[in-house]
């Protein structure tokens, strides 16, 4: 069950979520494949396989031979990208290839961590140069993500610096507890996958999303609630509903709005007065 406000007096707490099949509908990697295949990084050959790889994990998960295998073929496709190639592209394609398969769910959770007072932070074994960007897009206040080594020409070098899967999810996840002074048996944690497993069990409330059948299993062994996310929906399209906690920005915005509102009143009430007269 969601606690709805934090009792401050405590440790702070964090919501940690998956990204992949957890809060967006797809793979976030495999979803730029067409976006780096129009930008020259990739050629048509690798852009199908990669189409392909999506089409598996979406049709049944992944599991750990099918993440090693599509690591190694990731790392090794990815060798000799420059990285600011990577990031404009990311940056330029962003909204109009995540943004509209964001789960209205998710978006609602996160929401409602923040509201309650916690830090959601995105946990996923994709590239830091795609999950950085999509965890701003989410409003999120930490991303701990897979890191490829760049070399002296700021191109990926194919091999792996940290690579956010399994246990060392977990690990991220203790690490940051410390640094942050998270309260674990009060933080959540959300994923789709039996891999996560580790991630689960590091907190006091996990939740299975559209698991997988291993993750399914355990899930109801161990009476974790099982949650369905299936209406993705654009951002934009949510803000008439949302409730977000004020902001500097969002508070400068309606300070901004109801002056203008205000002035406008006024001049409407003089207008009316000057007409009577």
């Known amino acids: 069950m969601l606690d709805l406000v934090e009792n401050h007096s405590l440790p702070r707490t964090a ?8 809060v967006i509908a797809k793979s976030s990697t495999l979803t730029f494949s067409k976006s780096f295949y129009q930008g020259g990084l990739i050629n048509r050959r690798a852009a199908l396989r990669t189409a392909y790889i999506q089409f598996v994990f979406l049709a049944g998960g992944a599991d750990h031979d099918q993440m090693e295998r599509m ?10 990208w420059n990285v600011q190639q990577v990031k404009e592209i990311v940056a330029e394609t962003l909204h109009d290839l995540i943004d509209p398969i964001i789960y209205d769910e998710a978006a609602s959770l996160i929401e409602q961590h923040h509201q309650a007072g916690r830090d959601v932070v995105i946990v996923s074994t994709s590239g830091a140069e795609v999950v ?32 956010a899967y399994g246990p060392t999810k977990a690990e991220a996840i203790k690490e940051l507890a410390a640094s942050e002074g998270y309260d674990l048996p009060r933080c959540y944690a959300y994923s789709d996958s039996a891999t996560d497993l580790p991630m689960l069990e590091s907190v006091g409330h996990p939740h299975a999303v559209n698991p997988d059948r291993t993750l399914r299993r355990e899930a ?58």
């Not at 919501?15 to 957890?22: I, M, W």
């Not at 950085?132 to 610096?161: K, N």
């Not at 969002?250 to 205000?262: D, F, M, R, S």
Request: glycine content about 8%.
């Open 220 to 277: 109801v062994a161990r009476s974790w609630p099982i949650l369905d996310f299936h209406r993705p929906v654009r951002l934009k399209q949510r803000l008439p509903a949302l409730s977000v906690p004020p902001r500097p920005a969002l508070v400068a915005a309606a300070a901004i709005g109801a002056a203008a509102a205000t002035a406008g009143l006024v001049w409407y009430a003089n207008r009316r007065r000057a007409s009577v007269m």
């Open 15 to 22: 919501a940690f979520f998956d990204l992949d099949k957890t």
């Open 132 to 163: 950085e960007p999509i965890g701003e897009l989410l409003g999120a206040d930490r991303v701990v993500a897979t890191r490829l080594v760049v070399g002296d020409d700021g191109c990926f070098t194919g091999e792996v610096e940290y690579y």
């Open 71 to 80: 690591r190694k073929y990731l790392s090794s496709m990815c060798r000799g």
